[in-house]
């Protein structure tokens, strides 16, 4: 906001015209150097101006407009001219602004997290930025109760409660002072965290049980709403009847929303984009074109190139006009290079026979034909082609060009409904019953070649279950694969640790692609903004070896279609 002009008496009062009018950039009249400008005066009424912006609106703003300045020394003569004569005021260096705006002058608040919240991100006591978290003595109670076990919830009361105890043994740490939460290396993190070391005293309706350990969380925000008002005390908790129960009881609270990638699944990279119908029109008198082998180049200087990630896919398509599918292989600065595609529609491209039906899978296919790209995420709904794409490009690679030695498949074993209890048999017998759409899309690929007789169908089914290898997620830690082909299905249901797990399974030469449909998540606590997939596809955007395509169109069959559409 510019600056007032400076009143022309001792205590006048600013009219609300003279407070809106407009600072100038430079001064109409050369300022003598022995005038006596009033410089002193000046960061004064700026302070003032900054105290009204950033303090909370508890005044009026026509109060705020006519707030008195008062110079220190009697003003010249010289100094007394028309606002529109009068020098400008020496303006504020650009950071200035910045650093005001920046700075966090609200009050701290104190956060009361569930159990829930612990055993859901451990490193979540680091993530309220300059606030102060508050830890009630049944939440550290229940915490002990699940550190027992190997699974991911032990393993994480294991690890908050290593957090807890690397905190307190800092050295001049205070717990009835509060533990700062930046001594360990997290600077992010500014607050102090707080234990109950005192019993605190709450009444709670006679309708909630009062041995429940929710009900205790419940009294313990109470009591410390009341005991440090007027600061905000909120309950940070995954449990929604928790959280309602607390609504109803009239305390802040709301849900640990640090674990969601994206808050709405409708904004997750899509990995293509549509040229705008002037495309050609705007950028045309720019663009420059060559040709290397079968691919055209272009270079693009205009205002979609801020737009752009590597390794997006573009398109142009309009009535009358000749279409253009191209990639984004190189930006640099405010230039951009595309490169056409190759066309998997057509008979004489076709992947271990089978051919691309629709734009987004000529798009995807290209990314799992390209040698240079080591990692691809699909998703879509039901019936658009991922699994048998991904199949139909890796036996290729592994059989025909000799890319890679082996197709390695897995996918989170979790259940749609009730689980069928334990499996007999190895790994791969084990994986059996979890890999029907393995078998399904086999039994496709085995019908591609119609002129090799049974006897050669049925040789090549063997050869080609020799060169995949089923696997169970369970025993991928520590491994390391070279020159693998890896598809992991049903990626939706992988949460960002387990997703970080099998992607650093990669070696040398080893191509992961993961496929999932984020409207079809079967895991407890995961939705589409926290999903490992969603966590996935954001994280690697703008790689230059890694690519994403979202499928739009369903080709199993119509039924599929109208199902997915309308269920």
Known sequence: MPLPTAPAKRA??????????????????????HTPIQTAATPKSRQRVSAEVTAPQSQPVAKTARMPVKPKTQTPPAAQAAPSERPTPPSKPAGEDRIVKDKRTGPKKLFVLDTNVLLHDPMCLFRFEEHDIFLPMIVLEELDGHKKG??????????????????????????????????????????????QT??????????????KADNQILGVVDALRLQHAPREV???????????????LGLATDDYQNDKTLEDGDLLYSGALALPLNFWTTHGKTIESWQTGAHTF??????????????????????????????????RGKTAVFKTLKDFTHLKNSVWGVTTRNREQNFAMNLLM???????????TAGTGKTLMALAAGLTQVLDDRRYTEIIMTRATVSVGEDIGFLPGTEEEKMGPWMGALDDNLEVLGKTDTSAGEWGRAATSELIRSRIKVKSMNFMRGRTFLNKYVIIDEAQNLTPKQMKTLITRAGPGTKIICMGNLAQIDTPYLTEGSSGLTFAVDKFKGWQHGGHITLARGERSRLADFASDVL
Do not use: C
């Open 198 to 211: 005192q019993l605190l005293n709450y009444t709670l309706p006679t309708s909630l049980p009062q041995g």
């Open 150 to 195: 190997m699974t991911e919830v032990a393993r994480n009361a294991r690890q908050t409660s290593r957090t807890l105890d690397a905190l307190a043994g800092e050295n001049g740490a205070d717990i009835g002072a509060g533990l700062a939460l930046n001594t360990t290396g997290h600077r992010q993190a500014g607050g102090k965290l707080f234990f």
């Open 12 to 33: 006048a009062l600013l009219s609300e015209k003279d407070y809106n009018v407009p600072a100038q950039s430079k001064p109409k009249a050369p300022i003598p150097e």
């Open 234 to 248: 909120v309950l940070v908790s995954k449990d929604i009847n928790m959280r309602v129960k607390s609504r109803a």
């Open 298 to 331: 272009y270079r693009v200087t205009g205002p979609i190139v801020p737009s752009l990630q590597i390794n997006q896919f573009v398109y142009f398509e309009s009535p009358g006009e000749p279409s253009l599918y191209a990639r984004v292989t190189e930006i």
């Open 370 to 380: 390209d040698p240079e790209v080591d990692f691809v995420t699909l998703t879509g």
